[in-house]
């Protein structure tokens, strides 16, 4: 065998392995997925992932190492999914048009929870919210400032304060909305999150945007 064959071989069986860890690890999520719409996060062992998405408990280890890791993974996914059209929408257009960052940010975000409204309220009733709050923060600093959303100049501690005050109103407000029935459209919560962010409390009442309740 030539060693281009050989490379070529060996191309097509690192696809092949890699196709198998992806399916493995997707499987892994989407049976975490399954779960969580019936069990609180407390009720749900390694053990009963691997089962449900048909793998063994060492390959759950080798993905994940625990079900903190799961979480740690499915927030990177989420974020690296927002973010990404983030990036796509604030990239200045041939007209010269941009969307604002945090606009951008909550139209990706109202897109990822219309996909399954459900999963997001299951996950804001079976998993505290402070260790949803915890997994989502840890990406979503960091890969802000990977991708240049915020100044690298900002120290930290200031970096962290100031995006636990705006994750921190907007996942409350938004698992206040998956929670309460949602009598507003996620168009219309959406909008008020943005004015909230914008503009402040004072002049969201000012304005009357209670009308659209």
């Not at 890699?18 to 892994?28: M, P």
């Not at 399954?34 to 390959?59: F, G, Y």
């Not at 080798?62 to 993974?73: E, K, W």
Request: hydrophobic fraction near 40%; proline fraction near 2%; aromatic fraction near 6%.
């Amino acid at each position: 065998m030539s060693q281009g064959e050989k490379n070529q071989r060996a191309e097509r069986d690192g696809k092949r392995v890699d196709r198998r860890v992806r399916r493995s690890r997707r499987a892994i999520i989407e049976a975490f997925d399954r779960l969580i719409m019936d069990e609180p996060i407390d009720q749900i062992s390694v053990s009963l992932i691997a089962r449900e998405a048909d793998v063994d408990r060492k390959t759950f280890y080798q993905h994940f190492g625990s079900i903190d890791g799961l979480l740690d993974a499915i927030a990177e996914d989420v974020v690296s999914e927002l973010l990404d059209k983030v990036e796509c929408a604030t990239r200045a257009s041939s007209d010269g048009s941009e969307q604002r960052p945090l606009r951008a940010f909550l139209a990706a975000l109202t897109e990822h929870l219309s996909k399954n409204l459900l999963l997001g309220q299951r996950y804001c009733e079976h998993v505290p919210s402070e260790l949803l709050l915890e997994h989502l923060a840890r990406p979503l600093v960091r890969q802000c400032v990977d991708r240049g959303f915020v100044s690298e100049d900002i120290p930290d501690d200031e970096l962290e304060m100031l995006l636990a005050y705006g994750l921190g109103g907007l996942f409350s407000l938004y698992r206040w909305w998956l929670l309460s029935g949602r009598r507003l459209t996620i168009a219309e919560v959406t909008q008020l999150a943005c004015q909230l962010v914008e503009d402040g409390v004072s002049s969201f009442l000012e304005e009357g945007a209670w009308a659209l309740r």
